[in-house]
């Protein structure tokens, strides 16, 4: 099946339960078939863990959902080595990562030294326990989300962490149309039980080989690479992006063009997710801070400033 209407498909089934929120649910799925993890920033009651049931409903795939909290242990997490008295051996007893989409809770609740055991999952798709490493399943994703930091009692995510994040968004309020909606859904049952499968986790497999064969000019690379070197320099930043930051950012246009049907990604596509697969990346200078100074204005700086490349014919 053509991988343009797989995506359709899916995104489709989703927009069944999610309303109003075209652009975010393309984003979550954008991070899915990239094969990259999503922080999601917002406050309660959005419809953050409805989004990652959806997903998981509309795949077929299996789920698991880690609540963090401040006592909440690595162990928890990873799971954990029990010894087998009859068989005299230790028996590994996988913990709630090791599932096809983990929806990780309020992930900021928990002290660093729970959150940094995600650190060797997200990034290598696997965990050690007791010198013994376990693969991940795939497609793997782990969709994490976060209260505001001005809360009370959370912990802001370190720097390292938040880098293997592949985009960050925000779910933000629905309009008052999109309110009623939503209420006229939910009168009876919630419509997420009744969403049908539409794909197997086989075809999500299929599309993340798919966009990787998307191409990319070597001008549009060099863009990319100029977006992000651009944020080191910057007089408001302390710490820009790092390459992880260009690669990704790569990664989710090759994603986009195939989203809009594309053998080749443009430099809209660039612009039109730097903010969201960047952003968190960027620690803002303190003095910029005080000024209220974002990270998404500054971006919005660069990509002002940043020379887009011009189309170049490409030749057989």
């Known amino acids: 099946m053509d991988p343009k209407v797989v995506c359709e498909t899916i995104l489709g089934n989703v927009e069944k339960v999610i309303v109003g929120k075209g652009r975010e649910v393309e984003l979550a799925f954008l991070a899915l078939i990239c094969n990259g993890h999503l922080l999601i920033e917002d406050v309660p009651g959005v419809g953050k863990t409805v989004l990652a049931k959806s997903f998981v409903k509309s795949m077929g795939c299996t789920f698991r959902r880690i609540q963090f909290t401040p006592d909440l242990l690595p162990s ?3 799971g954990v080595s029990i010894y ?4 005299s051996e230790f028996e590994f007893r996988p913990g709630p990562i090791l599932a096809q989409v983990v929806l990780a809770d309020e992930i900021n609740r928990a002290t660093p030294k729970t959150q940094s055991a995600l650190l060797e999952c997200m990034e290598e798709r696997q965990v050690t326990v007791d010198g013994v490493t376990y693969p991940a399943p795939r497609p793997f994703l782990v969709m994490a989300t976060q209260n505001p930091i001005e809360y009370e009692g959370t912990f802001p995510l ?4 938040l880098d293997r994040f592949f985009m960050q968004l925000t779910m933000g309020y629905p309009s008052v149309e999109d309110e009623v909606t939503i209420l006229e859904r939910q009168q009876y049952m919630h419509p997420v039980d009744e969403l049908q499968q539409v794909v197997d986790a086989s075809q999500i497999q299929e599309i993340q080989k798919a966009v ?3 191409r990319v000019d070597a001008l549009i690379m060099k863009y990319i690479v100029s977006i992000v070197g651009a944020t080191r320099c910057h007089p408001e930043v302390y710490l820009g992006s790092s390459p992880r930051g260009s690669l990704s950012l790569c990664r989710a246009a090759q994603g986009m063009a195939l989203l809009r049907g594309r053998d080749f990604a443009l430099p809209d ?5 730097a903010r969201s697969v960047l952003a968190h990346r960027i ?3 303190p003095a910029a801070r005080l000024r209220e100074v974002t990270a998404k204005e500054v ?3 660069v990509l002002d400033q940043v020379p887009v490349p011009g189309v170049r014919i490409r030749k057989n």
Not at 158 to 161: D, I, L, S, V, Y
Not at 269 to 273: N, Y
């Open 84 to 87: 087998n008295q009859r068989t």
């Open 158 to 161: 370190p720097e390292a962490q």
């Open 269 to 273: 596509d660039v612009k039109a997710l």
């Open 212 to 214: 990787k064969g998307v």
């Open 299 to 301: 971006l919005g700086e």
């Open 76 to 78: 928890d997490v990873t």
């Open 283 to 285: 620690i803002i200078s």
